[in-house]
């Protein structure tokens, strides 16, 4: 824990912040609302500096190319750090930070719990649909997980239990915070009567900083730490952008010696997520390699980068050495499908190629999304019943509806996560019958297949099926 007080010499106006920390924890300031300390000064840059801490010793980097920082008097050179200890003092600007306290992390300030209660104290609206929330726990607790890993929200939405997962858009060596990046989802407009996306829309127009929420332990496989390579190559498109700002921000603030290319595709500039940030990144950083695309050619636009979607023609152009790179891909199932397809052709080899098969798929309808799907619709002679034990309840079901859709149509409540079988948070106990998958059930180990488990998101029932819930 490294305690500092903030004053302003020319407006005498001071500040107290305390930054939280992990074995290696990189904390930036500057005067961008998205730093962890933010310092409200002409004089200071955007992004200024950044804390870091390792194996409990804290140190200060001064990051732009000419010196503006100083300890002590002493002018700091460019991308040096320099050890901290207590009543150092610290110029940036017109600012005088003073290091008032240095402490070892309690261990105690771990997140262990399955579910935690967080509080939102931050909201960036990052472009005109896209916002992100920012949470921190109290008593505060540290984010434990891996770059490119998703968290289950779980809400209450008109009197509805709703759970939904999102890829995690900030990075664990900062944290203290955990944030998520949403887009707005309209209404399909080739589907009447189709409702806007529930979670999104509620979380744009009702969560506020200082609303608290639950969430549950991290997840999800697609992480460049499962798989080091020296060299990556980023693809994305729309939201799918959010795990790849988790990896390349994981990489920046550790000093990973990584080379990243890193291509993001949108439909126009207006929809562009995190452009003053990776422009920073590709300004500061040699070795990461900044392309973004235009799907829709914007009349008396200045803009200056690709236009159009990824072919053979612009990937040669981005990465003439996409072949010896680990790639990771993340956006909509056409744009995922279309990615991998192109890399077959091209002879890449597939077995250093990456995909999020959380972010893309459709999640297990709300409670209304299942009703205005089956509304009107004629029932399937050829039936199966689910009886849910421990209630009672039997429902009968045509087989187009998994055993979690099926309870969150009768509003039995049931633990779920990303809804597609990726997390294995739903996983319950089956005493009888037999039940088809949409896709494998990864999640579940042989042993607990064979004692009976399931995944209730991707099975449907066959015949009659009996369920521990």
């Not at 490294?2 to 939280?20: M, Y």
């Not at 159009?308 to 891909?329: C, H, N, Q, S, W």
């Not at 619709?377 to 859709?405: M, W």
């Amino acid at each position: 824990m490294l305690s500092l007080k903030i004053i302003n010499l020319e407006t005498n106006i001071s500040q107290e912040t305390v930054l939280k920390s992990n074995r290696a924890t990189a904390c930036l300031v500057g005067r961008n609302p998205s730093c962890d300390i933010v310092i409200d000064d002409p004089l200071v840059s955007n992004v200024h500096g950044m804390f870091l801490q390792q194996q409990n010793q804290w140190s200060y980097l001064d990051l732009l190319p000419t010196n503006s920082s100083s300890i002590n008097n002493i002018e700091l050179e460019e991308n040096k750090s320099q050890s901290l200890k207590i009543r150092d003092s610290i110029y940036i600007g017109d600012s005088w930070l003073l290091v008032e306290d240095i402490q070892e992390i309690s261990p105690n300030s771990q997140w262990t719990q399955d579910r935690l209660t967080v509080s939102c104290v931050g909201i960036i609206q990052e472009t005109h649909d896209v916002k992100t929330w920012r949470f921190a726990a109290n008593p505060p607790v540290l984010f434990d997980y891996q770059p490119g890993q998703f968290v289950t929200l779980h809400l209450n939405i008109n009197g509805q239990p709703v759970d939904r997962s999102y890829t995690i858009s900030s990075t664990p060596s900062r944290p203290h915070t955990l944030e998520v990046t949403v887009k707005r989802v309209p209404a399909p407009s080739d589907v009447l009567d189709a409702p806007p996306g529930l979670v999104s829309n509620w979380l744009h127009d009702h969560l506020q900083v200082g609303d608290k929420i639950e969430i549950s332990s991290p997840m999800g496989d697609f992480t460049c730490l499962e798989h080091p390579a020296p060299k990556m190559l980023l693809i994305s498109a729309g939201s799918g952008i959010t795990p790849m700002m988790s990896m390349s921000r994981w990489a920046y603030d550790t000093a990973a010696d990584l080379d990243i290319t890193f291509f993001h595709s949108t439909r126009s500039s207006r929809d562009l997520v995190f452009q003053k940030e990776l422009d920073w990144m590709s300004a500061q950083h040699p070795s990461f390699h900044l392309h973004l695309s235009l799907t829709r050619e914007q009349m008396g636009s200045d803009w200056q980068g690709l236009i159009g979607r990824l072919d053979a023609k612009m990937l040669e152009k981005i990465a003439p050495d996409f072949r010896e790179r680990t790639v990771y891909v993340c956006g909509s199932e056409s744009f995922m499908t279309g990615t991998k397809t192109l890399l077959e052709k091209l002879d890449f080899p597939m077995n250093n190629y990456y995909q999020e098969s959380f972010g893309a798929c459709q999640l297990a309808p709300t409670l209304s999304e299942v009703k205005t799907s089956n509304k009107n619709k004629p029932a399937n002679p050829d039936s199966s019943l689910v009886v849910f034990s421990k209630s009672g309840t039997e429902i009968k079901s045509d087989r187009d509806e998994s055993i979690l859709q099926l309870a969150k149509r009768e509003n039995i409540r049931l633990k779920s996560g990303c809804g597609i079988g990726s997390c294995g948070v739903c996983k319950i106990k089956k005493i009888s019958g037999d039940v088809k998958y949409k896709s494998s059930p990864d999640r579940l180990s042989l042993i607990e297949q064979s004692a009976g488990l399931i995944l209730p998101c991707i099975a449907y029932p066959i015949g009659r099926v009996a369920i521990e819930a």
